[in-house]
């Protein structure tokens, strides 16, 4: 039996089980920074078991790895031969790949969706030409290795749009245009089909976990312009959308209102409040956390902030919660960004503490509900 045989990617029409005792079909990590990790000199272990992060964390239940590919970046920053290396031991370690495309050489997120240097000055048409050809051949690079992608996302937090100005959803006047980001969209989806008997299954991803009004608005558009994807996918991170109970509400809402599947494709939490290292991270304080009388800042409150979303994922009505995948959960203070040296403002949020070693909240990655660490 193959891996991906081995390890499917849950799809709908499958026979129901209680949603408490069911695994998630989706339990992972971004990983795409670990390579900068190692070439740093750290090393991981979990319950005394020192290996590379991949092993790890399939140990634990993981079964997919996100892994980011920028179009034309420094080499060794989320470059395509590092993302093709990073595929080649996620497989070895019985994970599937999830690809995520942001058409860019560098970060493509709400606020920045750089078109790629080389591709700079291109027509919409040409542009549209250009996208289908990338995705394809990036999905065949993977597939020619023996790791095709189990899953595929066109673009990364694309709710303003991609590949700017040509896919550029708002103008700085307030208007809307919609049209050349939906053909951006349709020629990503196009390519990923292209030249595979099996394609991956295609994702959509904005950065609105817990708003279901503006979340509604972007795929109401897509939808309603006839871009065909099958996964709606969310960022999601408490300290900036809000509190859990708002993101339970969604995945209902987003499940029920378009019949697809949804999953939680970004999400972190922090297992301590730094202060006094000199370092700027994203969250220092207890009140930008909303529940954290739930889920304080520690190891322990970490752990349960992933249950509760364990908890979440698998109540979507109609089984069509898919799972989670953690940010980073192993890119520690030392290597920022961009490439230097000063540390990462995520690094407090990651599943490992600060010496390598394994936090509590590494078993939410297990398939089953029973605790086991």
Known sequence: MSLLAATPIIG????????????????????SSLLKEEAAGRTF???GRIAPVERLLSACGANVVRLRVWVNPPPGD??????????RRAHAAGMQVLLDLHYSDSWADKDNQTTPTAWSGQDLSTLVATVRAYTRDTVRAFAAQGTPPAMIQIGNEVTN????????????????HWDGFVALLRAGLQGAADLTSAPPRTLIHIDRGGDIGGARYFYDHILGADVRFDVVALSYYPF????????????????????????????????????????????TRADQLPDSALFPATSQGQGAYFEALRTAVRQVPGRRGLGFLAWEPAWLPGVDRDGGSEGDP????TMFDWNGAGLPSLAAFRPVSVPRR
Request: proline letters at 7%; charged letters at 20%.
């Open 12 to 31: 709908p029409g499958e026979p129901a089980v209680p949603s408490a005792g069911r695994a998630l079909s989706v339990r992972g990590a971004d990983i």
């Open 240 to 283: 900036w959308h809000g509190p859990l109970a708002t993101l339970r509400a969604q995945l209902a809402d987003l499940a029920t209102r378009y019949g697809k599947d949804v999953l939680v494709v970004e999400t972190a939490y922090p297992w301590l409040l730094p202060s006094g290292d000199g370092r700027q991270y994203y969250v």
């Open 45 to 47: 272990e979990d319950k």
């Open 78 to 87: 989320s470059d395509l031969a590092s993302a093709l290396g990073l595929a």
């Open 161 to 176: 749009g991609m590949l700017w100005p040509g896919g550029r959803v708002y103008d700085e006047q307030g208007g809307e």
């Open 346 to 349: 995520y690094g407090n949020l």
